[in-house]
């Protein structure tokens, strides 16, 4: 089986347990998930055995670093795709939730037929309020993300962009207000405030770039990126993050300068 990777948004109230495994059989398809929620990514392939609390699936890596814990569930195939050089497949719906995987090697991904570790998976939430000339638009999104030194900053960042593209072209020019706030289970709650302007063409040397509206969700990833690396002991509980945008051009003026020592 090919490996294929799923980036979609889910069902309005749609909901995954990951309690209560159903025990899979050899030849049935599975979905295995990185990120689940409004914004879910993650492989389908086949189950190739079943013994005891275990199965195994795939017959190659899906992220192939070892260990881990990725929860598992009965797909059903919508449409394959024939080639010689990649064919893929494209699932429907995740079904009944069997397990986790455990272990991703070279040679296929290992799974266990039990509820989902406590803690394995980071709720996010992205909130955003866009006046445009006028016209409102309003937009709340939950997902959570898989707890990773290595995966979920990047995997924040992936569900902005997929979730948030359609809301606002980036062309255009606005001012964003922007709030994120990182909650731990061990110390207290970090939050961060900007506004800052879109749809500025700046350049740099030959380059030009254009100011990105998500960039608010962008820093609260590479913050949540830094402290899982770090030394210190950050254990990351949810993130949530707001950007209200307001279309057109504005004048920022900063009545005070305060420094606080």
Known sequence: PKVTKIAKTAPEKSELRFTNPTRPKPGEAVTVLIACGDFRYGAVGTVTYVKGNKFYAFGHPFVGVGKVALPAFKAEIAASFKSPLEGFKIDT??????????FDNVFGIEGEIKDLPDGTMLPISIAVEIDDNGVQ??????????????????????????????????RNKGTVISHYRISFENRPPMEFFDTYSVGQITQFGPFLTVSDPWLAINRAANDVGR???????????????????????????????RVID
Not at 93 to 102: A, F
Not at 143 to 162: C, G, H, P, R, W
Not at 237 to 244: A, F, L, P
């Open 93 to 102: 719906d995740e079904k009944d939730y069997i397990g986790y995987i455990s």
């Open 227 to 257: 402290l899982m690396r770090s030394d210190w002991d950050f254990k990351i509980k949810d993130v949530q993050t707001s950007v209200r945008i307001r279309s057109g051009d504005r004048m920022l003026v900063l009545d005070a300068l």
């Open 137 to 170: 638009k309003k937009a709340t999104f939950h997902s959570s993300v898989y707890k990773d030194k290595l995966f979920t900053d990047e995997l924040i960042q992936m569900a902005a962009n997929t979730l948030l593209s359609r809301l606002w072209d980036d």
